[in-house]
């Protein structure tokens, strides 16, 4: 199984950019996909973008299309999340996971490796 480290997170103003990395190691990134979850306080996990084992797919959750942006460097086993014009609702810890598939899905059950997570928090 992979393992998976996050890094990049942080305390913000709202409208500054971050982004987030996921350092792959324990086997070969490009055959699955992957994507960033999060999870703000006192709310359940959700999904937030996804890319195929490719990188030539992306998708994203509706709330954040235009500010969000998943990209994939294989030559490095990393893919990155970049968070554009950070608000307070982005606040939350945001996981990346590989998915057992190579296509994208937006369903957890599908994920079998996660990392730590990393902390965003956005201050207004």
């Known amino acids: 199984q992979v393992q998976l480290v996050e890094s990049g997170g942080g305390l913000v103003q709202a409208g500054d950019s971050l982004k987030l990395s996921c350092a792959a190691s324990g086997r070969a990134l490009s055959r699955y996909a992957r994507a960033w979850f999060r999870q703000a306080p006192g709310k359940e996990r959700e999904w937030i973008a996804g890319?195929?084992?490719?990188?030539?797919?992306?998708y994203y959750r509706d709330s954040v299309k235009g500010r969000f942006t998943i990209s994939r460097d294989d030559a490095k086993n990393t893919v990155y999340l970049q968070i554009d014009n950070l608000k307070p609702e982005d606040t939350a810890v945001y996981y990346c996971?590989?998915?057992?598939?190579?296509?994208?899905?937006?369903?957890?059950?599908?994920?079998?490796?996660w990392g730590q997570g990393t902390q965003v928090t956005v201050s207004s």
């Open positions: 996971a590989e998915s057992r598939w190579s296509l994208i899905s937006t369903i957890e059950a599908d994920f079998d490796s």
């Open positions: 890319i195929d084992w490719s990188g030539g797919s992306t």
